[in-house]
């Protein structure tokens, strides 16, 4: 049963409201605070103080401040106008049990609405993030095709040079042979004419070699002559072919490119994507960086008693891998150990949304998460959720009595606080 906190003071204007609630010896944090836009709840067990505001509120630039025993709302008003009083007056136990589920399933909606933009806002970052990423690699592909190009257009240069030095040292090579066989030709024909006018009589022409006709005249200069104007041979010479580098091993002709470059794209993306969020764990050891064995250090240090090492490596492990609902679902029950109740709704609900399809094989996970998430509730003392949480668990196991047990200590505790109020 909860102990009513009574002792409270209130003042006015017209567009403010100023609550002063004492809180003398007890231990107040933000979590202790619930408030919508006309129902303000403060739970610090065993004591509670629960209040339907007699008209709404903007409970989004409303404050709460925390300090000397006192907790200090300032509350501004929808509408400028004087209250008869702090609370609703004249109101039934109906009235009082739909504003307050009104008020609980309106924070639960706010809660999701801001998650969803939260969501939003990253996916937007990562989109921009990813168009600056492309914006960068188109930059660097253009210059290095500058570079590849202006390399080609050199290289070429230089091919041409050397093509027109080489055919410049030919044509001053065969302008110099075939000067050389002129002068040569010259001399022969020199030598000859001085032998024939040294022969001092006709007679004695029997005794010379008298030239042959038809085809076979002048044989040894002709030879001399073919093999003096046969070109010299050509000069060694190496030249480099350079292949296009490829990923696959299949010929560009066999691969089917764009589906080639689509895998390549995503892969360098994973890489990417990996590098950006594990930048910062690069000093881990090898088996510090695989999921599956830090969710096992973490069940070590929970069975210990070490509740606060168990969270750090099922927080590390989430980061390598944020598709495993044990990882969430272990990190629950540390947060229900520590007393972080909306934590371990938060990870309970990931566990149950990463639980499907609900097949056999995941039901015992799925109870053990709609049990954590209903403790967690019940503590905060939002019971009604708590209660639909057992049920859920009771359809997936309905033999086991100790959810029942629970459940029904609950639905008590429902019963009991309604006829209270």
């Known amino acids: 049963m909860p102990v009513w906190l009574r002792e409270h003071c209130w003042r006015q204007t017209a567009s403010a409201v100023y609550l002063s609630l004492p809180v003398r010896g007890l231990r107040v944090t933000p979590a202790n605070i619930f408030c919508t836009d006309q129902y303000l709840k403060v739970s610090i067990p065993p004591f509670l103080f629960e209040a339907i505001l007699y008209a709404p509120i903007d ?30 007056g004249n109101a039934d136990k109906e009235k009082l049990q739909y504003l307050r589920e009104n008020a609980v399933l309106k924070a639960h909606e706010k809660a999701k609405e801001e998650t969803e933009a939260k969501k939003v806002t990253k996916q937007e970052h990562k989109k921009y993030a990813l168009e600056a990423t492309m914006k960068l690699e188109e930059a660097d592909r253009k210059r290095i095709e500058d570079l590849k190009e202006k390399e080609r257009q050199k290289v070429t240069k230089e091919l041409e040079l050397w093509k027109k030095q080489q055919e410049d040292a030919e044509k001053q090579k065969r302008v110099q042979k075939e000067g050389e066989l002129h002068d040569k030709v010259v001399k022969e024909k020199k030598k000859e004419k001085m032998n024939k006018t040294g022969i001092p009589n006709e007679g004695t022409s029997k005794t010379r070699l008298k030239p042959t006709k038809g085809h076979g005249s002048y044989s040894m200069f002709s030879e001399n002559l073919k093999e003096e104007q046969l070109p ?25 490119v764009a589906e080639e470059e689509e895998w390549l794209r995503k892969q360098a993306e994973a890489r990417r994507t990996v590098s950006a969020d594990l930048s910062e764990l690069e000093d881990l050891k090898e088996e510090e960086k695989n999921p599956d064995w830090l969710k096992e250090k973490g069940n070590k240090m929970f069975a210990t008693g070490n ?6 490596a099922y927080n590390l492990a989430v980061r390598l891998n944020n598709k495993l609902p044990l990882l969430y679902l272990n990190r629950a029950a540390c947060h229900l150990k520590l007393r972080n109740l909306h934590k371990a709704i938060e990870d309970s609900s990931k566990a149950l949304e990463l639980l499907t399809p609900p097949v056999p094989d995941n039901e015992n996970a799925r109870v053990k998460a709609y049990v954590r998430r209903g403790t967690a509730f019940c503590q905060l003392e939002l019971y009604t959720e708590g209660l639909q949480d057992y049920e859920a668990a009771l359809k997936i196991d309905p033999e086991n009595k100790t959810i029942e047990k629970d459940a029904e200590k609950i639905r008590h505790l429902i019963q009991g606080t309604t006829q209270d109020s």
């Open 59 to 88: 409970d989004t630039n409303s404050t709460a401040k925390i300090g000397n025993g006192v907790i200090f709302f300032t509350l501004y008003k929808k509408e400028a106008a004087m209250w008869d009083s702090l609370t609703l």
């Open 232 to 256: 010299a041979p050509r000069s060694a010479a190496t030249i480099k072919v350079n292949f296009t580098s490829r990923v696959f091993p299949t010929a560009l002709r066999e691969s089917r």
């Open 307 to 312: 509740y606060l090492a168990a969270v750090n």
